[in-house]
Each structure stands twice: as structure tokens, then as C-alpha cells.
């Protein structure tokens, strides 16, 4: 459902190219649990925005459900990333003048895929789903760090996407709340064959994997290499 | 050198009342490696803050480098914030107009204690100790998580205050670099007897502490209550 074919992504800075992600091909299969793990600095949040849509590749191929995005028109891509997509941010992006129920309910009043009972119903179910039922009201700046992180989490659920990537979903749980949210995911993985793509430090994270990909400077680890990643 | 008297912070949000910290009273002595643990939403960040002069308590004492923090002036707090405090934020709290050199720097330049040379060799010295010496140009939004995690540490370390506060430090951090940061904290306070008091999830972070207080919705757990927190 993902494949990267030797893709490229270098930054430039001033005179000086930052090259954060260098010859990557991976394939992810539908349905999969797949986490990329790496050191601070490897490319993990960089590769996931390539796949997400959200940065484009200098080099090579990304293609996504089917199509090949460096190829998309903007509106396309939109598409894609509304309907086909849910992302989980390191840093959460969250909308600071909504309330927590509000910031899950967006991307469904952006899809217009429901009426209103029925995107009720489901914002409230996953806002209970990760132990926010009675903070809906509060903004984000009412939240602390671990809360605002569970809301970035429910509102890529939300929408039910074929495809989640979770950029460090658990940085800023403790261990218990951290495990209530993989397996609220693994339940969805199992149940919907919803394909999850990680990026983690979390050694829990790892456990639940079916597959690890390793980083280092922008590339991917040999698997055969054994644990040198 | 930190002495909390039965401190509650009660939120108002529309018509309810949410307490954040309830009868919470902790003394930290002065070179002391503390942590304070506990699940998502039992106010850690909430105590930081008090301690921090960033937030005023509803009720009760906070005593800090020997200063009854709620009977000083504006001005004062902004002095004791700014010569005896050192803050880690949970969401860094970088200037994302300026450099990672540059939010080091800018707490020194406030200060206007040390000379322009002593002041590039701390700032270099710093960024170089959190593995971030070649990032020095890079803004916030051309640094990975875990880069802007470690820059937000350099700049409270930068200063050499008396108290460095860490709100989840390594969150954002695969384990070697972060025991690379724990291990720049045990020995700036071995060396300078900094004291530090953390908060954490990490349980590497509280293995390196010598002493642990946990927190459960905003009250102090009795530590002969063994390991229920
Ligand atoms: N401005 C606010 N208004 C209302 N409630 C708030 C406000 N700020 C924080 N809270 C609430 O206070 C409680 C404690 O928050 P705090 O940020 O201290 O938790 P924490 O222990 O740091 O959590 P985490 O581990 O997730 O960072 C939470 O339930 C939060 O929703
Ligand atoms: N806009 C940019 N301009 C220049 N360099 C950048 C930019 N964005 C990221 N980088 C660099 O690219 C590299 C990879 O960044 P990335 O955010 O993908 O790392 P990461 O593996 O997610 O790290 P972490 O675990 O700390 O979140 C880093 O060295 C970073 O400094
Ligand atoms: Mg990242
Ligand atoms: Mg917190």
C-alpha cells in the first residue's frame, strides 16, 4: 500500500544541502504494523511526511494507495491525504482556538462523508477510546502534553483511514497510557486491516510490530545487519 | 532549596472547576537529582510551573532558593526566573525565528553577566555537549523533534542556574541520546551541585534519580505505599 523507490529528500540551508533522507526503498504491505525506528536526526519524521504527503521527495518515487503522489495535482493530493490518510504529528498540530472535541470533529466536516448524529456519535467514541471522554471542552492549552498528544491521535482515527502514520504516538504517555493507545491501534489493525506505520522510540512500540525498519543517517539498516541499527 | 506548603492550582474552564494540584507538599533539597512521576494529566507540568514562577498557585506556599514566590514583585520573579531557574518545557517553548545558536544565546544576552567570547564558548560548549554542535544554523522548524528537544536543554543549562527544571527531557529521544542527556545533567550536578527535578515517564530518568515522588490526580502518593503509584 506504500512504496518508496530509492527516494531522496535534501534540504538546502543556506549554502550548505542537509541531506535528512538518501536512497530509501521500502514496501509496505496493507494491513501491516510497521514501525521505522532510528536515533534523534535519522529521517523518521521526514520519511513519514514523504508518505503522508506533506513534503515532497527530490528524488524517487512515493506511491501511495496505488498512486504515485510526486505525479498528483494538489487537489489530489488533498484528496488523498483527507480520505486516505490519518497522521499523527510529533509535534501534534492541533488548531489552538478549538476545543479538543472540535479538533477531532474537523477532518470530519472536511470529508462530508457523515451527518451530523453520526460524527457525534463518532468523536465522542474515540475521545473515550483514549481517556479523554470528560476533557472534550478543554483547549489545548488546557491539556497537558500527554492529553494534547491523545487528541492529535483520536482525530486521525476519527475518520477511519486505510492508512495511519503515527510520528512518536506514545513521546509523551506514561507506560499505561502509552499501551492503552497501541493496543486501541492494534485492535483497529486486527478488526479494519487499517495499516499502521510508526516512527518510535518506544521499545513497547517495537514489541508490537510485525516488522521494524532501522534508520541511520538517512538510510535504511540492512535487516541482515542484525541489531547494529 | 524548594519547599512547596500544601499547594493547590484549581483551573477554572466555563462553570467547572479542574484541580490540577491538590494539598501537594514536597521540600527538595539543594543538590538533589528529583523526579516526579505519574500517569498522564496528574499534574507534573502543573508542579514544574509552580516551582518555575511560570503559573501563581490558588492556594498555599511555593518557596523557591529561599523566596516566598507568591509575595514577590513582577520584577523580582522575573530575576529569580532568570538568574537561578533553568526551564526544559514538554513542547520546548523555542523562538522560532532564531537559530538553535541563537535560543541558546538568548538567555545569556538577558543576563548581560558574561562577555561576548565567554558567552559563544558557553553556547558552543553546550550545543556541542547535547550532540548538536553542527546544528547550530538550523531554525526550530529545520530540526528534527528530538534536535529541538535538545536545544530547548541547552538553553537551560547555558546559564549554570542553581535549579534546572526538566519537564519530560527525553521524551522526544531514542535511548542512547537520551542517556547521553541524563548523563550531562548527573554530572553537571556531581560537578556544580545543580539541583534538578524532573518530570518523567522515562523510566531510565528515574532509575538515575535519587529520589522519586509520585503524583496520582494532583496528589502526593505516600511513599510506603509502595509501588501503587
Ligand atoms: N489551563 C487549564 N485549564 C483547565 N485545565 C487544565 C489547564 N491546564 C492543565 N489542566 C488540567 O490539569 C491536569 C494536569 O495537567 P498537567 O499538564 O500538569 O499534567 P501532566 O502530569 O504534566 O501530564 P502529562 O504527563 O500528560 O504531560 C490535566 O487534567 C489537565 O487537563
Ligand atoms: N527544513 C529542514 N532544513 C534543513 N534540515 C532539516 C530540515 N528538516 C529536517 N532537517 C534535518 O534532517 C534530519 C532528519 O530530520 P527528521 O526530523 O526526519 O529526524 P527524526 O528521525 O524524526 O528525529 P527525531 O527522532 O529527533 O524526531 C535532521 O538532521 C534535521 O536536522
Ligand atoms: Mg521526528
Ligand atoms: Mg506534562
Same mark, same amino acid.
Given at each position: *500500500? !506504500?512504496?518508496? !523507490?530509492? !527516494?531522496?529528500? *535534501?534540504?538546502?540551508?543556506?549554502n550548505t544541502e542537509v541531506p535528512a533522507v538518501q536512497g530509501v526503498s521500502i514496501r509496505i504491505n496493507r494491513g501491516e504494523f510497521a514501525t521505522i525506528a532510528g536515533p534523534?536526526?535519522?529521517?523518521?519524521?521526514?520519511l513519514l511526511n514523504l508518505i503522508g504527503c506533506v513534503d515532497t521527495a527530490t528524488r524517487g518515487d512515493v506511491i501511495v494507495a496505488g498512486q504515485n503522489t510526486g505525479r498528483l495535482k494538489e487537489k489530489d493530493l488533498t484528496r488523498l491525504r483527507l480520505f486516505k490518510i490519518g497522521f499523527i504529528f510529533q509535534s501534534f498540530n492541533l488548531v489552538s482556538v478549538l476545543t479538543a472535541y472540535q479538533n477531532v470533529e474537523f477532518p470530519l466536516l472536511l470529508q462530508k462523508s457523515v451527518g451530523k448524529a453520526e460524527r457525534d456519535r463518532r468523536v465522542r467514541?474515540?475521545?473515550e477510546a483514549v481517556g479523554l471522554g470528560t476533557?472534550?471542552?478543554?483547549?489545548?492549552n488546557e491539556l497537558s502534553g500527554g492529553q494534547r498528544q491523545r487528541v492529535a491521535v483520536a482525530r486521525a482515527l476519527v475518520t477511519k483511514p486505510e492508512i495511519v502514520l503515527a510520528d512518536e504516538p506514545t513521546a509523551n504517555l506514561d507506560s499505561v497510557t502509552g499501551s492503552q493507545i497501541i493496543d486501541l491501534m492494534k485492535e483497529l489493525n486486527h478488526r479494519d486491516g487499517t495499516t499502521f506505520i510508526f516512527s518510535t522510540h518506544d521499545a513497547k512500540v517495537m514489541e508490537a510490530a510485525d516488522r521494524i525498519v532501522r534508520l541511520k543517517d538517512g538510510r535504511v539498516q540492512d535487516a541482515s545487519a542484525g541489531h547494529a541499527g
Open positions: *500500500i !506504500v512504496d518508496l !523507490v530509492d !527516494v531522496y529528500k *535534501i534540504y538546502q540551508l543556506g534523534s536526526g535519522s529521517g523518521k519524521t521526514t467514541e474515540v475521545l476533557h472534550g471542552k478543554h483547549r489545548p
